[in-house]
């Protein structure tokens, strides 16, 4: 019997207004079959440091961001803070 532990992005959702929503799944298997998996739930604001996402995350995060995403993002949340 072989175990082995896995990481992988399993669910990338970009909303609306920009922000990038992103599961992280670890599987455990035991010859090859999945045994046992938790999810881990993160996000990404436009603007933000892409430096510490998962590659994948952080290559949709360069074409999603564009200029104006970024401005409209800001604007919505000067104007939420208010």
């Known amino acids: 019997m072989a175990f082995e532990e896995t ?7 970009v909303t609306e207004n920009g922000i ?5 799944a670890t599987r455990v298997l035991r010859d090859g079959v999945v045994i046992a998996e938790t999810f881990h739930r993160s ?5 933000q440091d892409i430096s510490g ?7 949709i995060a360069q ?5 104006e995403v970024i401005a409209a993002f800001e604007a919505e949340r000067a104007a939420s803070a208010v």
């Open 7 to 13: 990481k992988v992005i399993d669910q990338i959702t």
């Open 20 to 24: 990038i929503l992103f599961r992280e």
């Open 43 to 47: 996000s990404a604001a436009p603007s």
């Open 53 to 59: 996402l998962p590659e994948n995350v952080a290559e």
């Open 63 to 67: 074409v999603v961001w564009k200029p």
